[in-house]
């Protein structure tokens, strides 16, 4: 059963996303501090790239090398583990259609956060469907059930419908978490994700429709690249 939108975070992730196992260190200490529950929703970050024309973060070398600084710098701040994965970029879509084949909240919850830690903290190898199934029991997961449901149609169905429902609602990137209306994207948004879940969100005393129809007009009257 899904959780009521009312009190809920979507939670959009990938497990090749380093903020997205980041973020989920910390957000669910933070979603029982405010009475809300994280549904994990996994989707397909290549389809992000190629739903905008985008490269990854690793296909620009200089990102690249600023990024997993940046990240370790990030996991040290918090007292986070975190280690380089065994391989990168690798094939998620394993990973991804176990995580969304039909299940209850709190058991996506806890197979999104052994397979982050897997992944960024243990190295399992995301492309070894032997060595996933064998993480999965170690961890006390019902690991035969839930490999033979990642083939089935309904895991590859829904992942494809987690994608279309994450840019529907205005996600571009990984992690994005959504409450409501209101977008929060990466590691780095958590602290204004958090303001709002305490009733102080910044945007509650602005002029938010004066301020967006202004940069409608800014948009029309720019310079735009031919």
Excluded at 57 to 85: C, H, S, T, Y
């Amino acid at each position: 059963m899904s959780v009521s939108s009312e009190r809920r975070i979507d939670f959009y992730f990938d497990y090749i996303s380093h903020n997205a196992y980041l973020a989920w260190h910390l957000l669910p200490d933070m979603a029982k501090k405010y009475d809300y529950e994280i549904e994990p929703i996994p989707v397909l970050f290549a389809g992000f790239l190629k739903a905008y024309g985008q490269l990854g973060p690793a296909e620009v070398q200089p990102k690249l090398a600023w990024m997993n600084r940046n990240n370790l710098r990030k996991a040290m701040d918090f007292g986070i583990p975190f280690r380089a994965p065994k391989s990168h970029p690798f094939h998620p879509l394993l990973l991804l259609r176990l995580c969304a084949q039909p299940m209850t909240s709190e058991e996506r919850r806890n197979v999104t956060g052994c397979l982050l830690r897997g992944i960024w903290v243990d190295q399992l190898d995301a492309n070894d469907a032997d060595a996933v199934e064998t993480y999965l029991s170690s961890n006390g997961l019902a690991a035969d059930a839930l490999i033979a449901g990642a083939a089935s149609d309904a895991a590859k169905s829904q992942l494809k419908e987690n994608g279309q429902k994450a840019l529907d609602s205005g996600a571009f990137g990984v992690p994005t978490m959504i409450v409501g209306d209101d977008v929060f994207w990466g590691f780095d948004d958590l602290p204004y994700l958090e303001k709002l879940l305490a009733g102080n969100d910044p945007l509650a005393t602005a002029d938010v429709t004066t301020y967006e129809a202004e940069w409608k007009h800014a948009k029309v009257q720019g310079q735009h690249r031919q």
